[in-house]
């Protein structure tokens, strides 16, 4: 073993948290033959944090997980967990870690006991502590009462929090989850997050998940934003939001957005950014801005709003661009089948 694994250090008074990173990603690059999938991304996780890793379809997202779950090496760079070292120690930093892939991986025929009986002996857990490991888990994740049944009988959020359950059974004290929700309808999901939540809480767990939704951003206890391979955004997600200074202005334009975005410019001197057939403004007291606007140039407007920032804005804000391209699946709260190459 090259690495070793550290011992956390005491808790720091001040937030009850220690203050060594769980996970250490150092200049992590990912080619995949002449497209660079990451290109060069560095941020830590803390300990007992929910951490979101945010970017849109092709950011490089995936890739990262699986780095980090130890399914691929990088073309550069390091991901350390617990103080095991992705590449130099996968073995080692399995232990460490509990997966929850977007691909289902319980055995629908096999109850919710015998799917985490059969992990356990995986992981070399056995008899009595194993019983005992599965019924707290169990508990854990709302389904103490279901152990016996099959697993084709649950609802999608219950198979989910099994897949959960599988991931946590050796007690890792990091749990990495791609895109968990993907699939389930808006009540699953909101469930879900609660069971992170709990884990996060009370078995102190580190939390990374990665998705593409901003409602479930939001919901992290700080984010890292991914777009095209880069990390265009690192903090919690009120942090983020406040560096955006003011409301957030858009205005249709009736014909060129890049015309009207000119004249704007030049009579109120303010920057703006076109969005397609949108001219987008920052701005403080953005109510009484679009006022002005609207009265300054009659004809050219077709519709105007005035909102505080969201993340979608960091986003834009960061990258000059909408997270969601033209045409392509929009964030909703609908439930999202992606495309996936592989
Ligand atoms: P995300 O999970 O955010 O959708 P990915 O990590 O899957 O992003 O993809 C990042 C980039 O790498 C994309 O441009 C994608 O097309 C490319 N990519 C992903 N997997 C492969 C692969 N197996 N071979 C070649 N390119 C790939």
Known sequence: MVSKAVTLADPDPEVGRTSIPVISVENLVHRYENRTALN???????????????????????TLFRILSTLMLPTAGRAVILGYDAAQDAAGLRRQIGVVFQAQSVDPKLTAYENLWHQGHL?????????KRIAEILARVGLADRAKERVETFSGGMQRRIELAKGLLHHPGVLLLDEPTTGLDPGARRDLWQYLRILRDEEHVSVLVTTHLMEEAERCDRLAILNEG??????????????????????????????????????????TAVLGHQVRIERESGHRFVTDVVEAFPGEIQAVSVSKPALEDVFIHRTGHKFWSEGSEEDSEEPILKKKRR
């Open 40 to 62: 060069g991304v560095s941020f830590e996780v803390r300990p007992a944090e929910l951490f979101g890793l945010l970017g849109p379809n092709g950011s490089g997202k995936t």
């Open 230 to 271: 880069n990390l265009v955004a690192l903090g919690t997600p009120a942090e983020l939001k406040s560096e955006i200074g003011g409301d957030v202005v858009l205005l249709d334009a009736a014909q060129d957005a890049a015309l009207l975005a000119e004249h704007i410019r030049a009579r109120f001197h303010v920057e």
């Open 123 to 131: 992981y070399g857990l056995h008899g009595a502590a194993l019983r």
